[in-house]
């Protein structure tokens, strides 16, 4: 939802500037042109507009991780190449060549129907193929490669353009897989070369890769959250050198709502289901537009067992006041003099002095910043500020 009619107080704001600012960070810092990924809505934060902000950045790629994704950009008018990282399900390859779009290719099915829908289409089709080097997820193995050259030779029409893989733990301090996978990728990159394919694209470096693994750094790199705003590493786990980059990077969203119902309560009284939040003294609780059908999660409740997330208003936090509900939550704003209707409540971002980050929810929630940021719902209005 990109509405311009705002009427629950409620909305994301997502900065194109700052996208374009950590997109030319990421650049630098990998000595590499990267790929923009705008999978999942752009993290939450609407694929089309950030999509068209790396497009002028530079990217010379974006990634999507669904055929669907690819054809929204399409349909939008974005032109620049489009990688569709996840493959096509269902053999949706006609839809793939009507709309321009690349994909990864992992079986001799894909090549098969990939060719047989280039050649109906009377057009040349471009892959990449991605290696499954120990993420475990999709990917044809090294010991399989072979059957894979082997059938890319009897696909007329299909170019094999690009190799990728993707990273398990490039975000942990063992470093030993990761080192691993990038050996096992050179190893299928040099096998496709060798065989006579026309490999330009090598690519592997996901943002830990990007940051923090110099030999993952080849003809592209794919930093995802990094051009968010947030580093692949838990706050309290930045490897160290990248203090300045994690200084650096700027938060692409914030998330506000405002105050829409006041009242004070006296000491014992519960609040929200359950009544596990009791009011300990005499307390004033505000009532906040946004609940777990906006992505503001239920496990950011303030109550016993959950995370008791914070919310600012007047530049000063208040704490989660019970359960967060499906569409309002409360909070305590006892301590917070003056608050009235109305009020600006930040639930992620900048209020004067203070600051929420998705990080900071993640570790409420026991998650990581990426869940937060895409969980933001489809009825929250993002809003787009570029100069």
């Not at 009020?343 to 998650?367: F, M, N, P, Y």
Request: contains cysteine.
């Amino acid at each position: 939802m990109h509405s311009k009619t705002l009427i629950r107080p409620t909305e994301a704001i997502v900065d194109l500037d700052a996208v374009r600012a950590n997109y030319r960070m990421a650049v630098e810092l990998g000595g590499r042109p990267a790929i923009g990924v705008v999978k999942a809505d752009a993290y939450g934060h609407g694929a089309v507009p950030v999509a068209r902000a790396l497009a002028l950045a530079g990217a010379p790629f974006l990634a999507v991780a669904l055929v669907e994704e690819g054809i929204a950009l399409r349909e939008a008018g974005i032109s620049t190449p489009i990688l569709v990282l996840g493959g096509s399900y269902g053999g949706q390859y006609s839809e793939l060549i009507a709309h321009r779009l690349t994909p990864m290719v992992f079986t001799d099915e894909h090549l098969t129907a990939l060719s047989a829908a280039a050649r109906a289409a009377g057009v040349e089709a471009r892959a990449h193929v991605k290696v499954d080097t120990g993420m475990g997820r999709i990917g044809i193995t090294p010991r399989e490669l072979g059957g894979l050259i082997e059938a890319a030779r009897g696909a007329p029409g299909v170019v094999l353009e690009g190799v990728s893989t993707h990273f398990a733990s490039a975000d942990l301090e063992d470093r030993a897989l990761t080192e691993h996978q990038v050996t096992l990728f050179n190893d299928a990159a040099d096998a496709l070369i060798a065989a006579g394919f026309p490999i330009r694209f090598r690519h592997l470096a996901n943002s830990a890769g990007t940051l923090s693994f110099p030999a993952a750094r080849q003809d592209l790199n794919r930093p995802g959250i990094m051009l968010y705003g947030y580093l692949p590493f838990a706050p309290t786990a930045v490897p160290s050198g990248l203090e300045r980059v994690a200084a650096a990077v700027q938060p692409v969203l914030s998330w506000r709502t405002a105050v829409v119902h006041l009242k004070t309560i006296p000491a014992g009284t519960p609040v929200s289901y359950g009544g596990r939040w009791i009011a300990r003294r005499e307390s004033r609780i505000a009532t906040l537009p946004v609940g777990y059908a906006d992505g503001y999660s239920r496990r950011f409740s303030g109550r016993p067992g959950f995370g008791n997330a914070e919310v600012l208003v007047r530049g000063r936090r208040a704490p989660i006041a019970g359960t967060v509900c499906m569409d309002l939550c409360m909070a305590d704003v006892t301590d917070v003099p003056g608050v009235s209707l109305g009020d600006e409540v930040v639930l992620i971002g900048r209020q004067g002095q203070a600051s929420l980050t998705a990080d900071e929810l993640a570790e409420k929630a026991g998650t990581i910043s990426y869940e937060i940021l895409c969980g933001i719902g489809a009825r929250v209005p993002r809003r787009y500020l570029a100069s």
